[in-house]
């Protein structure tokens, strides 16, 4: 198996970094039929989980790795692909579909997805990586078209020649493996372990801890800890509570009242048709509760960046997830330009 085919492989065990560390007794025991090789048995488990909570976040991707164990790849891009869209803004699904796509040597398709996952965590390293050996395979297939059309192309020949040190030529990725995730899954699962708990005590807080150790005088407050004064920190924190209550109240006109006009949707749509399906998501919850915990301020003139952590419980879902939030001030009032959720 090449460098390329396991490090795809083993991503596909990786679960949500966002996601809280208690979970069901449920998804724990699918989670270890998942990870003994008992794959009929975990997903007879999912489905009976699915079919009380059919819409829980947790349940489908742990039901998409499974289908992926089984070689049932149609079925596991479906799952995965609505997952995606009902949670755009988590980057593990986008992150797996590509790794099935790229087992089906569907390379173009596993570029746009793993794009989609940088684009919703800048941060990801592992998708990144995935993205370096997806342009290889495409690459390869460049050079070996350039050399049908011309077979006399030497740079081409020596380009081809170098690829193919790093990825042979016909090897494609595998499905992952049922034994264990390879040293590659713990690197995303920086803040807490999840459905397939490998990670160890979560390491969210490194960077700002960092520092904090520079500070010269004995640690104030929190919301103040990585500003030198009251510079407007607390206007600041003011907002993004005010912004949580209103999430939590469902007053959908005064949550987006907390977004600048100018705000970078984490899809790239159009402004408005990200104002319409947040309307729609925060209107179809039945109860939601946002709660903001350990603000820590950066402030530069009228740019700021607040990072905290953000606890979202639902009646279909329930998240604990490192937030950093890129806001401007304008007319008095801190909005939001850009919002990531994960390290």
């Known amino acids: ?33 998942l990870r003994s090789g008992q794959h009929a048995q975990a997903l ?26 089984q070689n049932k790849t149609a079925e596991a891009i ?13 980057p593990e699904p986008y ?5 099935l796509y790229a087992s089906q040597g569907q390379y173009e398709k596993a570029r746009q997805s793993l794009e989609q996952s940088i684009r919703t965590h800048p941060a990801y390293a592992t998708a990144y990586e995935n993205l370096g050996d997806v342009y290889t395979k495409l690459a390869s297939q460049a050079y070996d078209k350039a050399l049908q059309l011309d077979s006399s192309n030497t740079t081409a020949q020596t380009k081809l020649a170098l690829v193919r040190d790093l990825v042979p030529s016909g090897t494609k990725p595998v499905k992952p493996a049922p034994a264990a995730p390879s040293t590659r899954a713990p690197e995303p ?49 003011k907002a993004i509570k005010a912004w949580a209550k209103a999430w939590s109240s469902k007053d959908v006109s005064g949550y987006l009242a907390y977004y600048s006009a100018d705000f970078k949707t984490p899809n790239g ?25 350990s603000p820590r301020i950066k402030i530069n003139g009228n740019t700021a960046t607040a990072t905290f952590r953000q606890s979202y419980r639902s009646d279909t879902l329930n998240v ?11 007319n008095g009032k801190w909005l939001i330009q850009q919002e990531r959720t994960g390290n």
């Open 95 to 99: 992150n797996n579909l590509a790794v």
């Open 1 to 33: 198996m090449t460098r390329f085919s396991r490090h795809l492989a083993a991503v596909a065990l990786v679960c949500f970094s966002a996601f809280s560390v208690a979970q069901s007794n449920d998804l724990q025991e699918i989670s270890k039929l």
């Open 189 to 237: 699962v920086k803040t807490a372990p999840t459905v397939v708990a490998q990670a160890a005590a979560p390491a969210a807080a490194a960077k700002p801890a960092a520092t904090e150790q520079k500070a010269p005088a004995p640690a104030p407050a929190p919301a103040a800890e990585t500003t030198p004064a009251n510079d407007g920190s607390d206007d600041i924190i």
């Open 44 to 69: 007879d488990k999912v489905n009976q989980f699915l079919a009380g909570k059919p819409k829980d976040a947790q349940g489908r991707f742990l039901k998409g790795l499974i289908l992926t164990e």
């Open 78 to 90: 479906e799952i995965l692909t609505a997952l995606s869209k009902d949670f755009p803004e988590l």
């Open 320 to 330: 604990n997830s490192l937030k950093t939030l890129t806001m401007h001030r304008a």
């Open 269 to 293: 749509d159009a402004h408005s048709a990200w104002e319409s399906e947040r309307r729609r998501r925060i209107n179809a919850g039945k109860n939601i509760e946002v709660a903001v915990d």
